[in-house]
T-cell receptor
Framework: KAGVTQTPRYLIKTRGQQVTLSCSPI?????VSWYQQTPGQGLQFLFE???????NKGNFPGRFSGRQFSNSRSEMNVSTLELGDSALYLC????????????FGAGTRLSVL | KQEVTQIPAALSVPEGENLVLNCSFT??????LQWFRQDPGKGLTSLLL?????REQTSGRLNASLDKSSGRSTLYIAASQPGDSATYLC?????????????FGQGTTLQVKP
């Protein structure tokens, strides 16, 4: 069974640009969550999508947005990039059963110059 | 505010030693707690999940315990090996849901020396 797949693995952008990251969950998983990891702040929750609806949102500005498609694949978009957006972006999928184990992808490393 | 804290931030031990990593959380109303391992520049690998109704979980050389009343969890690693070198993260699903929102500790970076 394939794991959580994130593309691309690496991205380099300049300030002011926008970027779209993609996450394909484990087959059968309908919940996808996104996290930002930085050396200073650690891992912080961005948002969660379940059945194409945003169910939870973390404390991030509106420049960070996402969506989920009918096949459960999810995209995250960051507009008007800032230097501080440089981070490892991780997505996790879960079956949303009673145990709700989160399975993480390898991440997308975003560098903003 | 719901927070998760891990102590120590870094740990170096000789191969073969048994060790304990600590995790504390501010709110005893948790849904479950998950321990992860992260290798440099990589994603997270799930090690163990403990439901709020459980006291401990074991997988191979790993044993995780949960004490909700004191707001603590420990990850015990037996007979450590150089391959165990990584950052270990504790993450909590606080109650209010069966949600995808995990609150993470800052992690403990473990180095096991041959």
């Amino acid at each position: 069974k394939a794991g959580v797949t994130q593309t691309p693995r690496y991205l380099i952008k300049t300030r002011g640009q926008q970027v779209t990251l993609s996450c394909s969950p484990i087959s059968g998983h309908r919940s996808v969550s996104w996290y930002q990891q930085t050396p200073g702040q650690g891992l912080q929750f961005l948002f969660e999508y379940f059945s194409e609806t945003q169910r939870n949102k973390g404390n991030f500005p509106g420049r960070f947005s996402g969506r989920q498609f009918s096949n459960s694949r999810s995209e995250m978009n960051v507009s008007t990039l800032e230097l501080g957006d440089s981070a490892l972006y991780l997505c996790a999928s879960s079956y949303r059963d009673g145990r709700n184990i989160q399975y993480f992808g390898a991440g997308t490393r975003l560098s903003v110059l | 505010k719901q927070e998760v804290t891990q102590i120590p931030a870094a740990l170096s031990v000789p191969e073969g030693e048994n060790l304990v990593l600590n995790c504390s959380f501010t709110d005893s109303a948790i849904y479950n707690l998950q321990w992860f391992r992260q290798d440099p520049g990589k994603g997270l690998t799930s090690l163990l999940l403990i439901q709020s109704s459980q006291r401990e979980q074991t997988s191979g050389r790993l044993n995780a315990s949960l004490d909700k009343s004191s707001g603590r969890s420990t990850l015990y690693i037996a007979a450590s090996q150089p391959g165990d070198s990584a950052t270990y993260l504790c993450a909590v699903h606080f109650s209010g849901g069966n949600t995808g929102k995990l609150i993470f500790g800052q992690g403990t970076t473990l180095q096991v020396k041959p």
